[in-house]
T-cell receptor
Framework: DVKVTQSSRYLVKRTGEKVFLECVQD?????MFWYRQDPGLGLRLIYF???????EKGDIPEGYSVSREKKERFSLILESASTNQTSMYLC?????????????????FGPGTRLTVL | RKEVEQDPGPFNVPEGATVAFNCTYS??????FFWYRQDCRKEPKLLMS???SGNEDGRFTAQLNRASQYISLLIRDSKLSDSATYLC???????????????FGQGTILTVHP
């Protein structure tokens, strides 16, 4: 079974703190993704990575950065946490699609981290 | 126009009912489509993949109409355990390599009651 794990289920931080969210997958997936999920807004892509040390901005990258030093690990960093970053953060991974015209692969999600910034 | 539009519901149905969810997507280049299920306070999990005109998996049937850019999910003989949010998910194909990005709809809430 594919397993995606996240470092914390619940996290409470103060405004201005630097926050690290860790994600690890055990299926040798090339792609890894970070989303946040908020009521009424659905899942929104923050950043993704298709290879070690490679990263691409998603739809809402402002206020976030990422790191992928090893294939199995993808970290999300909040440089200076703010209250509007209170949210559920979900990490996902998938195999790399076969290129233009090929089928995409399902994404497997971790259990999520509910972050509260006070 | 939103990239993925779903009726948010909630749909409240009795056990044994048949219920259908509809979804429209705006990206004509999308080639792969998925339905995910998300239980309350849990992560999304794949329910079905839809690669051609449609497919069936037990009580679940997914249909795809590429011309109309429309996907549907039919659930027959609803169970209490089907209560969840159902997310419509086309791929984010932009004609080149999109690195496996998917576009998640906001979801349709289903509640099945006794």
């Amino acid at each position: 079974d594919v397993k995606v794990t996240q470092s914390s289920r619940y996290l409470v931080k103060r405004t201005g703190e630097k926050v690290f969210l860790e994600c690890v997958q055990d299926m040798d997936h090339e792609n890894m993704f970070w989303y946040r999920q908020d009521p009424g807004l659905g899942l929104r892509l923050i950043y993704f990575s298709y290879d070690v040390k490679m990263k691409e901005k998603g739809d809402i990258p402002e206020g976030y950065s990422v790191s992928r030093e090893k294939k199995e690990r993808f970290s999300l960093i909040l440089e200076s946490a703010s209250t509007n970053q209170t949210s559920m953060y979900l990490c996902a991974s998938s195999f790399l699609a076969g290129g233009p015209g090929s089928s995409y692969n399902e994404q497997f999600f971790g259990p999520g981290t509910r972050l509260t910034v006070l | 126009r939103k990239e993925v539009e779903q009726d948010p519901g909630p749909f409240n149905v009795p056990e044994g009912a048949t219920v259908a969810f509809n979804c429209t997507y705006s990206n004509s280049a999308s080639q792969s489509f998925f339905w995910y299920r998300q239980d309350c306070r849990k992560e999304p999990k794949l329910l079905m993949s839809v690669y051609s005109s449609g497919n069936e998996d037990g009580r679940f049937t997914a249909q795809l109409n590429r011309a109309s850019q429309y996907i549907s999910l039919l659930i027959r003989d609803s169970k209490l355990s089907d209560s969840a949010t159902y997310l419509c998910v086309p791929d984010s194909n932009a004609g080149g390599t999109s690195y496996g990005k998917l576009t998640f709809g906001q979801g349709t809430i289903l509640t099945v009651h006794p």
